[in-house]
């Protein structure tokens, strides 16, 4: 089988090649194509989150989904890689490096996964003195400390359930009630991602002061080479014009293909990029045809004789499919509610507009409607006085005891 190409590996793939590259950079030295193949992933990755909208501003990490909460990681995983990556332009690759681990700290941030101190910190852009700098470093290792163990707790125990499962299995089969002791795995799998996030976040505080202090060392030698080599040469200014030139080049044929991409706005669309049955490639539409159901050969819509498209009839689900997909639902609904408003819009513009509006009607004495008011009126009082004289079922002589 060949090889997969980046593009066309499901998020899921994606996220455990990056992870895997990035335990091996760091147990043990790898080399730079490694580190590069891990960086790649991870941008795909860190873009394929994006395009998918996974996370939002206003969620917190209870609103996050233990599926999900693993890829808040994809940036702090990118930040260390490019750290050891070699290049040429050191500073560079350090403020890329920074703005990454920013980023995740930001992440963390709005997600309330940041202690309380570190926040203070961070407010103050840096501790005051000496001490609390001190003293900050201190909680930060002990923290570190607490959760690396939580780690390996967790992953001794899942050592043991693997095997007690095992031996279990091969003895007795599970009886009733004990199923729900298997399905504890999703609680222990959200608390071993927040403990790798606490990690992390510690590791992340840790590297980017060091990357903030290589930074301006390098800085420094930099802008002293500058103020020593005051002359220079005419080749390297040549030199300098070309490279320039051909990176421009290079630009205008990228960027054909760094276009940002449309997003994914279909919910069946995205779930089937996440589970890996669809790619991000891939073109795809807002319209779901219904499910056909019955025999291979009727699914198929080769339909050629009368008895099959009577089959194909018969094959049906007893309730009425969709026709629509929810987004061209709201979409049609919301052309209706526009086009409504706009309707109204116009009808009291031509009301505001029309000459009775304006005008109004002219006050004037009207002697007809005052002459059938007062008979009207006349009517009435001569209809209360007949009552009056005339009681109710006074002329029925049957219904009096001597009548």
């Known amino acids: 089988m060949g090889e997969w190409r980046m ?3 499901p998020l899921p793939a994606l996220f455990e090649q990056g992870l895997k590259i990035h335990n091996m950079a760091s147990e043990s030295s790898v080399d730079l194509d490694t580190l590069k193949k891990g ?23 209870d609103d996050i989904s233990t599926t999900n909460l693993k890829y808040s990681l994809v940036p702090f995983y990118l930040g260390e890689l490019m750290e050891k990556v070699a290049h040429k332009d050191r500073i560079q690759l350090l403020k890329i490096s920074q703005a990454k681990l920013k980023e995740f700290i930001s992440f963390c941030e709005a997600m309330e996964l940041i202690p309380d101190e570190e926040l203070q910190t961070s407010a103050q852009e840096g501790p005051a003195s000496l001490t609390d700098h001190r003293a900050l470093k201190i909680a930060r290792f002990k923290r570190q400390r607490a959760a690396e163990l939580k780690l390996q707790e967790i992953k001794e125990r899942r050592e043991r359930r693997g095997r007690s499962s095992k031996a279990a299995a091969l003895s007795t089969p599970i009886e009733a009630g004990e199923e729900d002791l298997l399905d504890d795995d999703g609680e222990e799998e959200r608390e071993a991602w927040l403990t790798a996030i606490s990690l992390a976040l510690c590791k992340a505080f840790d590297l980017l002061e060091m990357l903030k202090k290589e930074e301006e060392m390098l800085s420094a030698v930099k802008e002293k080479q500058l103020q020593g080599d005051k002359e ?25 293909f760094t276009r940002p991409a449309q997003p994914i706005t279909c919910a069946t669309f995205a779930q089937d990029v996440i589970e890996g049955r669809a790619m991000v490639s891939q073109a795809h539409e807002h319209k779901h045809q219904p499910l056909l159901f019955g025999p291979a050969s009727l699914v ?20 009425r499919l969709p026709t629509m997909s929810i987004e061209e639902a709201g979409l049609r609904e919301m052309e209706m509610m526009n086009k409504w408003q706009e309707m109204n819009a116009r009808l009291m513009e031509e ?5 009775w509006h304006q005008e109004g009607r002219k006050p004037g004495p009207n002697n007809e409607e005052d ?20 009681p109710r079922g006074a002329g029925n002589k ?6």
């Open 232 to 256: 220079i040469d005419c080749d390297i200014l040549d030199e300098r014009t070309k490279r320039a030139e051909a990176w421009h080049r290079d630009a205008a044929v990228r960027a054909q």
């Open 398 to 403: 049957k219904l009096t005891p001597c009548g």
């Open 300 to 319: 198929g819509g080769r339909l050629t004789s009368e008895r099959e498209r009577m089959a194909a009839q018969v094959f049906q689900p007893g309730h």
């Open 351 to 355: 009301a505001n507009n029309s000459s």
């Open 39 to 61: 960086c790649e992933a991870l941008q795909q990755c860190e873009e394929m989150i994006s395009k998918l909208g996974l996370f939002s501003a206003n969620e917190t990490k």
């Open 7 to 9: 593009e066309d590996l």
């Open 371 to 390: 002459e059938d008011d007062d008979a009207a009126v006349d009517k009435a009082r001569a209809w209360d006085d007949w009552k009056d004289d005339h």
